[in-house]
């Protein structure tokens, strides 16, 4: 009986509610345009791609051959793995010896919390990377309690793992050594099993590391190119500021008392290595330009810490209090962070909240922010193609293909496809430069965008055949001109070196 009460609790408990409200809003507004990407990648299964590792695709194709490849079932994937996510919090909670109340107000702060509710609404690696920085936290927070070397066998298989998804997990293994070294953990170097989890850990990551080899490194040249053209850089208060507002900024003083608790509070002493280790991280990425959310992750540790600090505290009423205050403002701001109104609504809502649309990216927005933006459009572009497509006498559909000049519009092609008809489709951005252009010979040719000038300095005959408009998306994606271009000046083996952008 004892054994069964110890899976039970808060934890569980509020790992089911999350997992609940991921699956009720599990369409949204629709496929997302990483979803896309990824579902793609299903078809040409390889140990890395141009912008991510190869576990994203592994899980897709898995995953794809038991549930079908809608991205519905794709994200009722990441759902669980939401509800994970918050259970293991909850495991980090009773390590630092919070209680049941402490278990409570850490797990619904993660389950809330705006990022963590916009990252588990799509399938993408950032899904699994919240869960593989939660068990990788749990794991040193165990072997810091109970001073067990074996915890680091499991951290090495699972941070192999993490690596395989994201290669970000290397900020926090960076952030951990931090922590250590200025604590002066230096025992656990002693410890076999720590080279032994290392060991694996790189043993699991280096085909990947070889097939970059392989293939002249072309992650570091992606996150070059995004770095310098693409990404919004940020100053550091700007970047803390986007740590506050990303988590909910009614939940700051928790997070924010649970990294001054790691430092302070005696009994934790053990533990202060974790708080080194985020600083050590946000400074790490400050230094590399990272994206915002790419510290989400780490904040189960801080939330458990701060949650177990207010369980302390002999007045009920704080108590109650500051969980009262979690839950309605997480419940206001969800739809801020996940698309579970309508976009007329959606948009009154935000400008009553005073919540501007917003992006990581340098790119120009309409009324919705990105996030929800690249939710829209995709089934409309298909469906504007296969018509261009349709129109073409039988000759032309037999030696054409599609252009697509970005990896969104591309991976459109390819899941709709079995909705309309459609020809295979080539682009050369990230991967899918990567993955040639097939059989493409470029006689007939359907271009996705771009201006005719360019496309004549290619082919002998370009026109337009239809426009392309969408309701909500990206700003740059609506009123595409949808070409068609007949006789390359050049073979295509000549021309493709020609399109290649990673970014």
Not at 211 to 227: C, D, R
Not at 453 to 476: G, K, N, R, S
């Given at each position: 009986?004892r054994?069964?009460?110890?899976?039970?609790?808060?934890?569980?408990?509020?790992?089911?509610?999350?997992?609940?409200?991921?699956?009720?809003?599990?369409p949204?507004?629709?496929?997302?345009?990483?979803?896309?990407?990824?579902?793609?990648?299903?078809?040409?299964?390889?140990?890395?791609y141009?912008?991510?590792?190869p576990m994203v695709?592994?899980?897709?194709?898995?995953?794809?051959?038991?549930?079908?490849?809608?991205?519905?079932?794709f994200?009722l994937?990441?759902?669980?793995?939401?509800?994970?996510?918050?259970?293991?919090?909850?495991?980090?909670?009773?390590?630092?010896d919070?209680?049941w109340?402490?278990?409570?107000?850490?797990?619904v702060?993660v389950?809330?919390?705006?990022?963590?509710?916009?990252?588990?609404?799509?399938?993408?690696?950032?899904?699994?990377?919240?869960?593989v920085?939660?068990?990788l936290?749990y794991?040193?927070?165990?072997?810091?309690?109970?001073?067990?070397?074996?915890y680091?066998?499991?951290?090495?298989?699972?941070?192999?793992?993490?690596l395989?998804?994201k290669?970000?997990?290397?900020?926090?293994?960076?952030g951990l050594?931090?922590?250590?070294?200025?604590?002066r953990q230096?025992?656990?170097a002693?410890?076999?099993k720590?080279?032994?989890?290392a060991?694996?850990?790189?043993?699991?990551?280096?085909?990947?590391?070889?097939?970059?080899?392989?293939?002249?490194?072309?992650?570091?040249?992606?996150?070059?190119?995004a770095t310098?053209?693409?990404?919004?850089?940020?100053?550091?208060?700007t970047y803390?500021q986007?740590?506050?507002?990303?988590l909910?900024?009614?939940?700051?003083?928790l997070?924010?008392?649970?990294?001054?608790m790691?430092?302070?509070?005696?009994?934790?002493?053990?533990?202060?290595?974790?708080?080194?280790?985020?600083?050590?991280?946000?400074?790490?990425?400050?230094t590399?330009?990272?994206?915002?959310?790419?510290?989400?992750?780490?904040?189960?540790?801080?939330?458990?810490?701060?949650?177990t600090?207010?369980?302390?505290?002999?007045?009920?009423?704080?108590?109650?209090?500051?969980f009262?205050?979690?839950?309605?403002?997480?419940?206001?701001l969800?739809?801020?962070?996940?698309?579970?109104?309508?976009?007329?609504?959606?948009v009154?809502?935000a400008?009553r909240?005073?919540?501007?649309?917003?992006?990581?990216?340098?790119?120009?927005?309409?009324?919705?922010?990105?996030?929800?933006?690249?939710?829209?459009?995709?089934?409309?572009?298909a469906?504007?193609?296969?018509?261009?497509?349709?129109?073409?006498?039988?000759?032309?559909?037999?030696?054409?293909?599609i252009?697509?000049n970005?990896?969104?519009?591309a991976g459109?092609?390819?899941?709709?496809?079995?909705?309309?008809?459609?020809?295979?489709?080539?682009?050369?951005?990230n991967?899918?430069?990567?993955?040639?252009?097939?059989?493409?010979?470029?006689?007939?040719?359907?271009i996705?965008?771009?201006?005719?000038?360019?496309?004549?300095?290619t082919?002998?005959?370009?026109?337009?055949?239809?426009i392309?408009?969408c309701?909500?998306?990206?700003?740059y994606?609506?009123?595409?001109?949808?070409?068609?271009?007949?006789?390359?000046?050049?073979?295509?083996?000549?021309?493709w070196?020609?399109?290649?952008?990673?970014?």
């Amino acid at each position: 009986m004892r054994e069964w009460k110890s899976w039970l609790g808060p934890g569980l408990i509020v790992a089911m509610a999350v997992i609940a409200i991921h699956v009720i809003w599990a369409p949204g507004y629709g496929v997302f345009r990483d979803e896309l990407y990824y579902i793609a990648s299903i078809d040409h299964l390889d140990w890395g791609y141009v912008d991510h590792p190869p576990m994203v695709a592994w899980l897709a194709a898995v995953w794809g051959s038991i549930f079908g490849k809608s991205y519905v079932g794709f994200r009722l994937l990441t759902a669980l793995m939401a509800g994970a996510t918050v259970y293991v919090t909850s495991l980090i909670v009773k390590r630092l010896d919070g209680g049941w109340y402490a278990q409570l107000l850490a797990t619904v702060c993660v389950g809330l919390a705006p990022i963590y509710l916009s990252l588990f609404s799509i399938y993408s690696m950032n899904a699994l990377d919240l869960l593989v920085w939660c068990i990788l936290l749990y794991l040193v927070v165990s072997v810091l309690q109970t001073k067990d070397p074996s915890y680091w066998l499991w951290f090495g298989a699972v941070c192999g793992v993490g690596l395989l998804n994201k290669i970000s997990v290397g900020f926090l293994c960076v952030g951990l050594l931090v922590g250590m070294l200025v604590q002066r953990q230096f025992q656990h170097a002693r410890s076999p099993k720590l080279w032994i989890g290392a060991a694996i850990a790189a043993a699991l990551f280096t085909p990947h590391l070889l097939w970059q080899i392989n293939h002249g490194w072309p992650t570091a040249e992606f996150i070059e190119n995004a770095t310098n053209f693409k990404n919004i850089q940020f100053a550091p208060h700007t970047y803390i500021q986007a740590q506050v507002m990303m988590l909910n900024p009614l939940t700051a003083p928790l997070w924010i008392g649970g990294l001054i608790m790691l430092f302070l509070r005696k009994s934790w002493s053990a533990f202060r290595p974790l708080a080194w280790a985020y600083l050590a991280t946000l400074i790490l990425m400050l230094t590399q330009a990272a994206k915002p959310y790419y510290l989400a992750p780490i904040y189960p540790i801080l939330f458990a810490a701060g949650a177990t600090y207010v369980e302390t505290w002999s007045r009920h009423w704080l108590r109650m209090l500051a969980f009262a205050t979690v839950v309605l403002s997480g419940i206001a701001l969800m739809p801020l962070a996940k698309p579970i109104l309508d976009e007329d609504r959606y948009v009154r809502y935000a400008e009553r909240l005073g919540a501007a649309p917003n992006t990581e990216e340098r790119h120009e927005l309409g009324r919705l922010p990105q996030f929800f933006a690249d939710m829209h459009g995709w089934r409309e572009l298909a469906e504007t193609v296969a018509q261009v497509y349709g129109d073409l006498a039988p000759d032309d559909q037999a030696e054409c293909c599609i252009y697509a000049n970005n990896y969104g519009d591309a991976g459109a092609i390819d899941y709709f496809r079995g909705v309309y008809p459609l020809p295979p489709v080539v682009s050369g951005h990230n991967s899918y430069w990567l993955w040639g252009p097939g059989s493409c010979s470029g006689q007939v040719l359907i271009i996705i965008g771009g201006e005719e000038a360019d496309h004549l300095q290619t082919f002998e005959q370009v026109e337009p055949a239809a426009i392309f408009t969408c309701v909500d998306c990206m700003p740059y994606e609506n009123n595409q001109v949808i070409w068609l271009a007949r006789n390359p000046k050049l073979p295509v083996p000549e021309l493709w070196p020609r399109v290649k952008h990673y970014d």
